[in-house]
C-alpha cells in the first residue's frame, strides 16, 4: 500500500475528531444530533452549525481523492449531511399545516417549532412552551441549503419537497416586520417571552431569500419545475431595514456577538463594508473579553447573580448583570471564519492563539471549545469592580459543538484544505465588493395612435402596445395574481403566496411563460386604485424616485432593469399632455436622471439586455402536463389584457335652471354653503402652537373677497380666473339679488404674487381677540331644518359649481347617509347619494380641485393603495408614529396593523365631539385631514425608503403635529391666518404636497410661487427674500411682533424660531442624545418635564444605547405640546450632559426639574436685555413691566419670543442662558467652602 502524503494524515486526523465528537452522536434513523447524552432535543439550527464540519471536511477530501477510500470517505461524509437536511426537512414537513397557518397570521403559535426529538423527529414541547418562532434558524436551513445543492449534493428528491421549500420563502419573507424569539430564543432581554424585531433574523432572511432565489433544486438534474422563486423586492426590505438597523440587534439588545453570523460567514447579508466594519468594531470593544465575547450586554444567562429558580428576570434586577456576563469563545470560531474570509492572516492567528489558549483538552488529547465561562460567584464583586481581572470557569456543554463545528472549519481553512470559494459556492462574500454603474432601461409606451401623435409633438418617439407584439404589457396586478399560483400543492394543503405586494425591482424583469413574453408596468401606476395617481407632476417624481431606487437597489441579478411605462387617455390633462411628464420624459433622453444612468428605447431592443424570469411555476404540474398552462391562469390571461377607462360621470350634468328660479336656488345653496368646511380639524391656534392667537372664525358673508381668498365652500384658492368671475359676479354670490352671469368668456388675468394685497385682518375687536373656534353642528342645523331634501336635490341639479355640490352631498351624507335613494334616475336605476360623491369625484379629479378630491375621497372611505405598507415601513425602521392632533387626541402606533384597521384609527383619531346631537353621527367627521393624514405616511415612507438621512434621530413621527406646522408654515409664508392656510394646505396638489413635506423634513427654506391657480413650493436657494412674497410684511402673521422688522432683517428674524418649531415638530434631537440623558439620570434622583419623571431606575432595567430608553424619553418629551418649548428643553437637557460630561460635579442631587432651567435662563436672558436695551425690550422686557407680562409677546410656555429666536452659540445665545442658569442650579447643591471657577464669559 502506498504511503499517505502528509496532507492525507492530516485530513485522517481531522476525520477521527469529526466522527469522535461529531458524526458518533447523529441519531441513525432521522440523522438528527441531541443537544447532549442527557437531552434528545435536537435545536434547528444547532444542528445546522453542527453538520458544516462535516460537510468541509466531505469538500477537503474530494479534493485529495486518489485512493478509493479517500472516496469512500467523501460519499459517507456527504450522505451524513444529506441524512441531517433531509431529517430535518421530514421534521418541518410533519407541519405543513403550520405553515400554511403562518403565511397569513406570523403569529408566534403558529411557527414552525425550533427544536424536534432527535430519535423520532415528532414535536417535543408544545406550542406555547417555548419560543419557537425563530425565524433566524430557518432561514439558515434554507441558506445552508442553498449551499450544499450549489456544492453539488443532492438533498431535495420530489417536487412536492420543492413546493414545501418555496412555501418556507413565503414563510421568511416577511422577516423584516416579524418580531421573533431570535438566536437566544428569548425575545425581549428580561425573558418575559416578549419576540422583538432582530437584527440577526432579518439578515440570515435576507441571505437565504437571495441564495435561493433562481435556485434549481434538483441541482444540474432539474428543469424549470423544481427551481424556486423569490420575488426580489422582499429580500431588498430585508435589506433597507437591517441597514437602518445594524449594529443594534433589537429593541432591548443595543449589541449583539449573534450578528457576527450575518455581517460574514455564514450569511454575509450586509452590503456596505463600512456597516460591517463598523458593527465588527462596536462588537470588539463593548463586547469582546478575554474567554470570547458576552452575547449581548447584560445578558444573566448562567451568570453568578442569576435566580435559577425562574427564567425571566426583573427589570431592575439587569444592572446587577453588568460587567459580569459570561463569555463564550463560540464568538472566536465566528472571528476567525470572518478573517479567514477577508484573508488577513494576522487576525487569524491572533484570534486562534487566543481560542486556543482557553480550550480544553479530553482523555484522547483533542481540543474542545466549551460552551462559556463565567465568573465564580465568590469573585463576582471583584470583577464588577475591575472588569477582566478575575479567572473564569468553564460551565455548559463541553464540547459544544456549535462552536467546535466552525472551529474545525476554520482550521481546514488555515491549513489550506479548504479554499473559502468552497465553503460559499454562491459567491455570497462578494455582495459587498463595488459593482458597475446599474442602466436603467425605460421603455414609454402609448395606449393607441392618438397619444402616440401628441407625444411625437414634442419629438418623443414611443410605441403603441399593438406595435410590441408579441411581447403584451399588463398592469402590475397581473403579475401579483400570477404570483399567487407559485409553490401551490394539493397533496400538502399548501396555497401558493399569499401577499398581494409586487414591488418595483420585480416589475422592472421581463417574465417569459412557455412562448409568450410579459412586461408589466410598475404597481405604483396602476391607476384605478387611487387619487394620487391622478397628479402627473408626483407621477413624475415617484417615477423618478422608482429609477433612483433601481440604481441603488438591482444587485445580485442577472440584466439590467427595464421599466415600462404606459401613456394612457387617463394621464392627459384637458386632451393635453401634462408637462411634467414631457419634461421627465425629456430629461430621459440625456443618459443620466439625478446620477442615475438610464436608457430609452424600445423593448424590442431591449430583450437581449433585461433580466428575464421563467414563469415555468404556472403549468399544470399536478395533473400531469407541467408544459401546458394552468387553465385557470389561461382564462384570466385572456380576460385582462388592457382595456382603456373611461368615467362617466353624467348624472350631476344637468343643465342649469332658468332665470326666475335663481334667486330661490341661491337662497338654498347659500344655507348649506361651507358644510365641507366646518369638518376641518387642522389647529394653527395659539393654544396648541403657542402662536399670537388670532380670531379665525368662518367670516361674514359680507366681507369682500381679496384675490386671494379662499373659496369658502371648497376651501380651494381661486385661480385668477376664478377670483375674477367672482369679483365681477360678486353681487350675485353674496347678495343675492343682481344676475350677473358666470361667463366663461371672462379674459384670464395673471396675478404676480407682488401684487397680491393681504386679507382683511378679521375679528380685530378686542372681545373677538381670543375667541375659540367653534364650528358646531346646531349653527348650520337650524338652517338645514328649514330646507327640503327635494329642494336640495334640485339644488344639486342646477348648480355648476363642484364645491357646492360638495356641500350638499355633505348635508345629505350627515342628514340620510350614504345609500339615501336621490329619486335620481340614470338609465332607469334609482341613485344613491353614494353614486354621486363617486360622479362628484371623478369631476374633481379631472379638474385638480384637489381639496374637494380629498374630502369626497374620504367619504367614500377610500384608502391609500399602500397605506399598510406605508406604516410597516417606517415602523420597522424604527420609527413610531402618532395619528390625530396633538395634544389630547394623538394615537401612536408600535406595530404594523391591516389596511382596514389602520383606516378606522386614522378617522377615529380624527373624529369630532358629538355637540349633543345624538340622532347623527358626529358632525361631519373631518374626512379631508384623515385623507392627507394617510397621504402624508405614504410620502413619508418613500422618503424614508429613498432619503433615511432625512429621519436621524427622530424616533417617532408625530403625523398630526407634522400637519399643524405644515398649515403654520404656509400661513408664515403667504401672511394668511390659520383657517385659511389649513385651506390652502388642503387645497395643494399631491405633488405640492409632498415638497412642502420634503421642505419641512429638510429644514429648507422654501418660497411659494402662485401661478395658474396652483400654489407651488420652490427652495429658496437665496437668503434674501427676493423670490418671496412682499406680503409679508404688511398685516400681522402668526408670529407675533417679530415679522414686523423691516425688511432687511427680515431674512434673519424668525429663523432660529422656525428651526425649533420644525425640530420640535419632527422631535428631532442631537446625536447620541440618549445615552448622555442617560448619563445624566445616573447622576441624579431623576428628571422632571411637564409633570412627569424619568425616574433613575431606568438606567437599572436599560442600557444607555437602548431603543426602549430612548422611547421612555421620548414619551416626557411629547407632553410638551409646543414645539419650541420642547426643543429648548431639549438644549436644557444638553447642557446638563455638559456638566455631567465634563465632572463638573461629583452628582447632581435631587430630582431636578427641567423647565425651571428653561425659566430661570428666560429671566438671565430679560435682565440682559434690558441691560443692554435689546429687542426684547418691546415685550417681555420692558422696563415698567412686572413679573406678569411674561405673555407679552405671546411666546409658547410664558418664554419670550426672542429668546426662542436666538441663534444657540454666542454670548447673547440660548446655550449661554441655559449654561448660566445650570451653573446657578448647581451653586445651590454645591459644597460652599470649595473655590469655584467659571468658565463661561
Not at 441531541?34 to 452549525?49: E, G, K, T
Not at 380670531?695 to 365652500?713: C, I, Q, T
Not at 455638559?1138 to 461629583?1146: D, H, I, N, P, S
Request: aromatic residues 8%; proline residues 4%.
Amino acid at each position: 500500500m502506498r504511503t499517505r502524503s502528509n496532507s492525507g494524515v492530516r485530513l485522517d486526523y481531522y476525520q477521527r475528531v469529526v466522527h469522535k465528537l461529531i458524526l458518533d452522536h447523529q441519531q441513525p434513523v432521522t440523522g438528527l444530533f441531541p443537544a447532549s447524552p442527557h437531552n434528545d432535543h435536537a435545536w434547528i439550527r444547532d444542528n445546522l452549525y453542527c453538520i458544516l464540519a462535516v460537510w468541509g471536511l466531505s469538500m477537503a477530501f474530494k479534493k485529495i481523492a486518489d485512493q478509493d477510500e479517500d472516496r469512500a470517505k467523501t460519499y459517507e461524509l456527504e450522505q451524513s449531511c444529506v441524512k441531517l437536511m433531509r431529517g430535518l426537512l421530514m421534521a418541518m414537513m410533519q407541519q405543513k399545516e403550520k405553515v400554511e397557518k403562518f403565511k397569513s397570521t406570523q403569529h408566534p403559535l403558529d411557527a414552525l417549532h425550533a427544536k424536534y426529538s432527535s430519535a423520532t423527529g415528532r414535536t417535543v414541547v408544545k406550542d406555547d412552551e417555548w419560543g419557537h418562532l425563530q425565524i433566524d434558524s430557518i432561514s439558515l436551513y434554507l441558506l445552508i441549503l442553498a449551499q450544499m445543492t450549489a456544492s453539488g449534493l443532492q438533498i431535495v428528491f420530489s417536487l412536492d419537497e420543492v413546493a414545501f421549500i418555496q412555501n418556507l420563502i413565503f414563510y421568511i419573507e416577511s422577516a423584516y416586520c416579524t418580531p421573533d424569539y431570535g438566536i437566544w430564543e428569548r425575545g425581549d432581554k428580561t425573558n418575559h417571552g416578549l419576540p422583538e424585531l432582530n437584527a440577526s433574523s432579518i439578515g440570515m432572511a435576507k441571505a437565504a431569500l437571495e441564495a435561493m432565489n433562481e435556485l434549481d433544486l434538483f441541482g444540474a438534474r432539474g428543469g424549470p419545475s423544481s427551481v424556486i422563486h423569490v420575488l426580489a423586492d422582499e429580500a431588498q426590505k430585508c435589506q433597507a431595514v437591517l441597514q437602518s438597523m445594524l449594529p443594534r440587534e433589537s429593541n432591548s439588545k443595543e449589541l449583539d456577538s449573534g450578528l457576527l453570523s450575518i455581517i460574514s460567514y455564514p450569511a454575509f447579508a450586509v452590503d456596505d463594508p463600512q456597516l460591517i466594519a463598523k458593527t465588527r468594531d462596536a462588537i470588539v470593544i463593548k463586547l469582546q473579553g478575554k474567554y470570547g465575547c458576552k452575547r449581548f450586554l447584560r445578558d444573566g444567562h448562567k451568570n453568578p447573580r442569576e435566580d435559577p429558580n425562574r427564567l425571566y428576570y426583573e427589570p431592575w434586577e439587569l444592572r446587577m448583570f453588568e460587567n459580569i456576563e459570561c463569555e463564550w469563545p463560540l464568538f472566536f470560531c465566528y472571528l476567525i471564519l470572518d478573517y479567514c474570509f477577508q484573508g488577513d492572516k494576522a487576525n487569524v492567528s491572533d484570534y486562534t492563539q487566543r481560542l486556543e489558549k482557553i480550550m480544553l483538552r479530553n482523555d484522547d488529547g483533542i481540543k474542545l471549545v466549551p460552551e462559556l465561562y463565567a465568573v465564580p460567584a465568590d469573585k463576582a464583586d471583584l470583577e464588577q469592580h475591575e472588569p477582566g481581572s478575575q479567572d473564569r470557569i468553564p460551565l455548559g456543554r463541553c464540547p459544544f459543538i456549535w462552536a467546535q463545528s466552525l472551529y474545525i472549519l476554520g482550521k481546514l481553512l488555515q491549513e489550506g484544505f479548504l479554499a473559502v470559494g468552497e465553503l460559499d459556492p454562491l459567491n455570497r462574500r462578494l455582495c459587498s465588493e463595488k459593482k458597475p454603474d446599474v442602466v436603467v432601461q425605460i421603455v414609454i409606451l402609448a395606449e393607441d395612435n392618438e397619444i402616440r401623435d401628441k407625444l411625437l409633438e414634442y419629438d418623443l418617439h414611443a410605441q403603441t402596445i399593438a406595435e410590441v407584439a408579441p411581447i403584451e404589457v399588463q398592469p402590475a396586478r397581473v403579475l401579483s395574481y400570477l404570483y399567487t399560483y407559485l409553490g401551490r400543492n394539493k397533496k400538502l394543503g399548501l396555497s401558493g403566496r399569499k401577499s398581494r405586494d409586487v414591488g418595483i425591482l420585480s416589475t422592472s424583469k421581463l417574465y417569459s411563460l412557455n412562448d409568450r413574453i410579459f412586461a408589466f408596468t410598475p404597481q405604483n401606476f396602476d391607476y384605478e386604485e387611487y387619487y394620487m395617481s391622478r397628479d402627473p407632476a408626483l407621477l413624475a417624481s415617484t417615477f423618478m424616485a422608482n429609477v433612483a431606487f433601481l440604481g441603488m437597489s438591482w444587485k445580485q441579478m442577472l440584466g439590467r432593469p427595464t421599466i415600462t411605462l404606459l401613456a394612457t387617455q387617463y394621464l392627459l390633462d384637458q386632451g393635453r399632455i401634462p408637462m411634467a411628464m414631457i419634461t421627465t420624459m425629456k430629461k430621459l433622453k440625456s443618459g443620466y436622471i439625478n446620477g442615475t444612468r438610464v436608457t430609452l428605447g424600445n423593448l424590442g431592443d431591449f430583450l437581449s439586455t433585461s433580466a428575464i424570469t421563467n414563469l415555468s411555476f404556472l403549468g399544470s404540474q399536478e395533473d400531469g402536463y407541467p408544459d401546458k398552462l394552468n387553465p385557470r391562469v389561461q382564462s384570466y390571461l385572456e380576460e385582462h389584457l388592457l382595456k382603456s377607462l373611461s368615467s362617466k360621470a353624467s348624472c350631476l350634468a344637468r343643465p342649469a335652471a332658468g332665470g326666475g328660479d335663481r334667486a330661490r336656488a341661491l337662497r338654498r345653496r347659500m344655507s348649506v354653503r361651507g358644510a365641507i368646511r366646518k369638518t376641518r380639524s387642522i389647529n394653527v391656534d395659539s393654544e396648541t402652537l403657542g402662536m399670537e392667537g388670532e380670531y379665525a372664525g368662518p367670516g361674514k358673508l359680507e366681507r369682500k373677497p381679496s384675490w386671494l381668498e379662499v373659496d369658502r365652500a371648497s376651501g380651494r384658492s381661486p385661480s385668477p380666473e376664478d377670483a375674477r368671475k367672482k369679483f365681477l359676479a360678486n353681487e350675485v354670490v353674496y347678495g343675492g339679488t343682481s344676475t350677473t352671469s358666470l361667463g366663461a368668456g371672462t379674459p384670464t388675468i395673471e396675478v404676480t404674487r407682488e401684487q397680491t394685497p393681504s386679507p382683511p385682518k378679521e375679528g380685530n375687536s378686542p372681545g373677538a381677540a381670543k375667541a375659540p373656534r367653534a364650528r358646531v353642528a346646531s349653527e348650520s342645523a337650524s338652517v338645514y331644518a328649514e330646507q327640503e331634501t327635494d329642494e336640495l336635490l334640485a339644488a344639486l341639479r342646477e348648480t355648476e359649481s363642484l364645491d357646492e355640490q360638495g356641500d350638499i352631498l355633505q348635508y345629505l351624507v350627515d342628514a340620510h347617509g350614504l345609500d339615501f335613494n336621490t329619486g335620481m334616475l340614470d338609465n332607469g336605476r334609482a341613485v344613491t347619494v353614494r353614486e354621486l360623491l363617486k360622479a362628484l369625484y371623478e369631476k374633481a379629479c379631472a379638474q385638480k380641485l384637489w381639496g374637494l378630491v380629498r374630502h369626497t375621497a374620504g367619504m367614500l372611505g377610500k384608502r391609500v393603495e399602500d397605506l399598510a405598507k406605508a406604516v410597516t415601513d417606517l415602523l420597522v425602521r424604527q420609527k413610531q408614529i402618532t395619528v390625530g392632533m396633538p395634544p389630547s387626541n394623538e394615537h401612536t402606533i408600535t406595530a404594523p396593523l391591516p389596511e382596514n384597521e389602520l383606516r378606522q384609527l386614522i378617522h377615529l383619531s380624527l373624529r369630532r365631539d358629538k355637540h349633543g346631537n345624538e340622532n347623527k353621527k358626529a358632525y361631519g367627521d373631518d374626512e379631508s385631514t384623515a385623507m392627507l393624514t394617510q397621504e402624508l405616511l405614504v410620502y413619508l415612507a418613500m422618503f424614508i425608503r429613498t432619503e433615511p438621512q432625512l429621519f436621524l434621530e427622530m424616533l417617532r413621527l408625530r403625523v398630526g403635529l407634522i400637519i399643524q406646522v405644515m398649515a403654520t408654515e404656509l400661513s408664515r409664508t403667504l401672511s394668511c391666518d390659520g383657517e385659511e392656510a389649513s385651506e390652502h394646505l388642503l387645497n395643494l396638489s399631491p405633488f405640492e404636497m409632498k415638497n412642502l413635506l420634503y421642505h419641512i423634513l429638510s429644514g429648507k427654506e422654501f418660497a411659494i410661487n402662485s401661478g395658474r391657480g396652483n400654489f407651488s413650493i420652490v427652495s429658496n436657494k437665496s437668503t434674501r427674500y427676493g423670490k418671496k412674497s412682499q406680503i409679508m410684511l404688511e398685516g400681522q402673521s402668526l408670529q407675533g411682533n417679530i415679522d414686523t422688522a423691516p425688511l432687511g432683517e427680515a431674512d434673519r428674524q424668525g429663523q432660529w424660531l422656525r428651526r425649533r418649531r420644525l425640530d420640535g415638530a419632527l422631535n428631532r434631537v442631537p446625536r447620541d442624545f440618549y445615552p448622555r440623558v442617560w448619563a445624566v439620570l445616573e447622576k441624579c434622583q431623576g428628571l422632571i418635564i411637564q409633570g412627569k419623571i424619568l425616574q433613575p431606575n431606568l438606567t437599572q432595567e436599560m442600557t444607555s444605547g437602548e431603543l426602549k430608553f430612548a422611547l421612555a424619553v421620548e414619551t416626557v418629551l411629547n407632553s410638551i405640546p409646543q414645539p419650541e418649548y420642547r426643543q429648548l428643553v431639549v438644549e436644557a437637557l444638553m447642557v446638563l450632559t455638559l456638566v455631567v460630561e465634563c465632572k463638573a460635579v461629583g452628582h447632581l442631587g435631587g430630582a431636578i426639574t427641567v423647565e425651571h432651567l428653561v425659566h430661570k435662563a428666560n429671566q438671565l436672558f430679560l435682565d440682559e436685555q434690558r441691560r443692554v436695551g435689546g429687542d426684547a425690550t418691546l415685550c417681555c422686557a420692558k422696563a415698567e413691566a412686572g413679573a406678569g407680562a411674561a405673555l407679552l409677546c405671546g411666546g409658547a410656555a410664558g418664554v419670550c419670543q426672542h429668546l426662542y429666536d436666538s441663534a444657540p452659540s454666542g454670548s447673547f445665545g440660548t446655550m449661554t442662558h441655559l449654561a448660566r442658569a445650570a451653573a446657578a442650579l448647581l451653586l445651590e447643591r454645591l459644597p460652599h467652602d470649595a473655590p469655584l471657577e467659571c468658565a463661561i464669559t
